[in-house]
């Protein structure tokens, strides 16, 4: 069954320091993947997006991140974190399977502490 | 201003008294879904709904139905609400299945506790 993956459930770093959070997922055909994020207290926003052409994406707020498909992985990086930065990121998937069409599949989401 | 709004924000009530949760979107989507999200398990799709009356369940349907009578509307209805559905609910909606080009647009969402 299609799964992602979400290995850092919590995280936590000083400001400036740089950001890397892992997403995997499982499985072998085409993909659409996406990082949103939640700040405290809302909804859902989409930080960045991949699904075809060059596989480093940069989103907003400073927020890249790398598609390598031979990985099964779309990590998402920041040189240098801030204070507001401070949120919960969820990797989420599409798969282009018929029995999946129409579904966004989501990680357990990563928490991050961005200490000032 | 484009949005998906959901009602209420905020609800307590107890075991078994029927609700529903309404949502409703401006943007002329076709494509509507409902997510639960609960602490460490991330957000799990409950239902969605590719047009008016085509909907579908997701990973976690039990306890749930939704209709889509319209096109701007998915209500979300707990018939017997039980206290492992206390939870937070976002809905949320694009213009088809999310894909590259169909970026899904979240609702505010609605925290639901069941005593």
């Known amino acids: 069954a299609q799964s992602v993956s979400q290995h850092n459930h919590h995280v936590i770093l000083s400001e400036a320091a740089s950001l890397e959070l892992g997403c995997n997922y499982s499985?072998?055909?085409?993909?659409?993947l996406f990082w949103y994020v939640q700040y405290p207290g809302q909804h859902l926003q989409l930080l960045l997006k991949y699904f075809s052409g060059d596989p480093l994406v940069k989103g907003i707020k400073g927020f890249e991140a790398e598609f390598i498909k031979s990985k099964f992985s779309f990590n998402l990086r920041k040189p240098s974190v801030q204070w507001s930065d401070t949120a919960e990121y969820f990797c989420?998937?599409?798969?282009?399977?018929?029995?999946?069409?129409?579904?966004?599949?989501f990680g357990r989401g990563t928490q991050l502490t961005v200490w000032p | 201003e484009a949005q998906v709004t959901q009602n209420p924000r905020y609800l307590i009530t107890v075991t078994g008294k029927k609700l529903t949760v309404t949502c409703s979107q401006n943007?002329?989507?076709?494509?509507m879904s409902w997510y639960r999200q609960d602490p460490g398990l991330g957000l799990r799709q409950i239902y969605y709904?590719?047009?008016?009356?085509?909907?579908d369940k997701g990973d976690v349907p039990e306890g749930y139905k939704v209709s889509r009578k319209e096109k701007r509307n998915f209500p979300l209805i707990l018939e017997s609400p039980s206290p492992n559905q206390t939870s937070l609910y976002f809905c949320?909606?694009?213009?088809?299945?999310?894909?590259?080009?169909?970026?899904?647009?979240f609702g505010a969402g609605s925290r639901l506790t069941v005593l």
């Open positions: 943007m002329n989507h076709e494509y």
């Open positions: 949320a909606s694009s213009f088809a299945p999310p894909s590259g080009a169909n970026v899904l647009t």
């Open positions: 499985y072998g055909g085409t993909v659409n």
């Open positions: 989420a998937v599409t798969f282009d399977r018929g029995s999946t069409l129409g579904r966004l599949y």
């Open positions: 709904s590719m047009n008016v009356e085509v909907t």
